[in-house]
């Protein structure tokens, strides 16, 4: 973990992973468990997620780079911005799953009421390849029953778990992939969150629900109402040309 006092952002090498930033004085927008363990991808703040989404293929479940050491390649942080990129280098024979030659770049930065997160994925191979995958945000709220999600209701979705009854302030978990990639707006309890995201093809609403977060052996069994995920997201393969980049924003915005 990578973190100074003074700092609005912290961070973790492992993943390349935002953990903490704040808006409003010791009040983070992510979730993050205290049962996280360093050296391992934190639960909570910002994971990333490549070369594949969910189970969406033949690798392991969101990928490998969330649990892999990247290189902090810049940061420059004072009371009013911050600035943090990392970059991870992918050779073709380190991963016999995914052969290929890739440079990834996470890059973000805080000023003010505005909060970017860009994923970059370059091609270095001779060879064309394809990819899904996105961020993972855990942001914080003060409880399930006081949350609020506004933006989708027009748009295309489908459940994970069709059997179970989606209800957003419940206690059930929620596995919502919406085909849309418009504005979000939602409230925290404390305060309204408007959410952008460029490249990105879909948003993903994620809670493990209260016996969900009972098997997750990292997150605090109450603290499953402390959270939502909201992800930005490409559940459709990506085709990179060789030399060819994609590039996924989020924005994150204190209405």
Avoid at 189 to 212: D, L
Avoid at 213 to 227: H, M, R, T, V, Y
């Amino acid at each position: 973990m990578v973190n100074n006092s003074n700092d609005l952002i912290s961070h973790s090498f492992i993943g390349a992973q935002i953990l903490s930033a704040s808006f409003v004085k010791d009040k983070n927008v992510f979730y993050l468990s205290n049962l996280s363990v360093f050296g391992k991808t934190y639960r909570g703040g910002v994971p990333v997620l490549f070369p594949q989404f969910a189970n969406n293929g033949n690798l392991r479940k969101h990928g490998f780079v969330r649990d892999i050491a990247w290189e902090l390649i810049y940061e420059k942080q004072n009371e009013k911005s911050a600035i943090i990129e990392y970059d991870y280098s992918i050779h073709e024979d380190d991963y016999p799953e995914w052969p290929y030659n890739a440079k990834l770049s996470l890059f973000c930065e805080m000023v003010s009421n505005l909060i970017t997160i860009k994923l970059i994925v370059i091609n270095t191979d001779i060879k064309s390849f394809e990819f899904t995958g996105g961020l993972h945000p855990y942001f914080a709220i003060s409880s399930k029953k006081d949350l609020v999600i506004n933006g989708l209701e027009e748009a295309d979705y489908k459940d994970a778990f069709p059997d179970i009854t989606f209800n957003l302030n419940g206690n059930d978990l929620i596995e919502r992939q919406y085909d849309a990639k418009n504005p979000v707006k939602f409230y925290n309890g404390e305060n309204w969150i408007t959410i952008k995201s460029e490249g990105f093809n879909n948003w993903m609403i994620w809670n493990p629900g209260e016996e969900g977060a009972k098997s997750i052996k990292d997150l605090p069994n109450e603290d499953w109402s402390k959270f939502i995920c909201i992800e930005p997201i490409t559940s459709k393969p990506v085709l990179l040309e060789p030399g060819e980049l994609f590039i996924g924003e989020l924005q994150i915005i204190l209405s």
